[in-house]
């Protein structure tokens, strides 16, 4: 699916990691509800084929999904489903099912099927969000050469960012060009976040001789976690949180309107 969604008018963004369970999908519901309050047109793609739970953090309930879509059964219309942000504004998201593995392997009448349907459903939009899978696989890789810029989330423990630096080097091998940007996640103080940033900044400039930019840390928070039970994003139901504003934060220095903020203004 490599180059088709260039010519996307929205921005296609795919958020991945190496690690499993590191807050990628939090990190999907949390920008994309930041875009959506803030009056912008938002899809997000759930590709995390088997694991797909972007509906359920979002407290969608969806009956048809990409499957579906790939089957022929359903238009891509059919299966967006519509979830409410506060004031009054909506996101759209593309579930997906467990049923959904053989997209790695989608013959190419398929594969084009599949961008041009996308492209439909993407026409007004200012950005589609890509959810993918964890870890180094032919799936998730398609995923991150279709889209035009990459999230790479971490948290701090060594066992993450030794994976995460594994992905950074096989996508540089693969494009090096490719806009990569970090997200530490989930990190117990300001001072853990900085030293990870580090840690696989180092790394990556020392083997790759490749800079990678940072995009936010978002802190450990317990609001996050009541948010997930909530099957809402912690950005809908505590804005002014900490992971809420560093959230926000990341999305409006996405948008570019603004600098990054200073971090050790949330911690
Ligand atoms: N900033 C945070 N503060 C506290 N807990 C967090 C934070 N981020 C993530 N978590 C915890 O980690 C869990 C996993 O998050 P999430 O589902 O977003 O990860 P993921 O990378 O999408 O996982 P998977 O690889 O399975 O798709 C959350 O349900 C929550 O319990
Ligand atoms: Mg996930």
Known sequence: ?????????????????????????????????????????????????????LDVLLGLTPRHTLEHVLRGEKMMEDILLKAPVPGGRSLWVIPTSSGVHELSQLDAPSELRLVQSLQRVCEDADWLLIDTA???HDAVLKMLA???????????EPTSLLDAYAMVKVLNAREPRKPIQLVVNNAQSLEEA???????????????????????????DRHLLQAVREQRSVVALYPESPAGTALRNMAESLVGHSPTQDPALIW
């Open 1 to 53: 699916m490599a180059g088709p969604l260039s010519l996307f008018r929205a921005r296609v963004v795919a958020v991945t990691s190496g690690k499993g369970g590191v807050g990628k999908t939090n990190v999907v519901a949390g920008l994309a509800t930041a875009f959506a309050m803030a009056g912008q047109k938002v899809v997000v793609l759930d590709a995390n084929f088997g694991l797909a739970n």
């Open 134 to 136: 964890a870890g180094i």
């Open 146 to 156: 279709a889209a035009q810029e990459v999230i790479l989330v971490t948290t701090p």
């Open 194 to 220: 900085t030293e990870a940033v580090d840690q696989l900044r180092s790394a990556a400039r020392h083997f790759l001789g490749r800079d990678l930019d940072v995009l936010g840390l978002v802190p450990s």
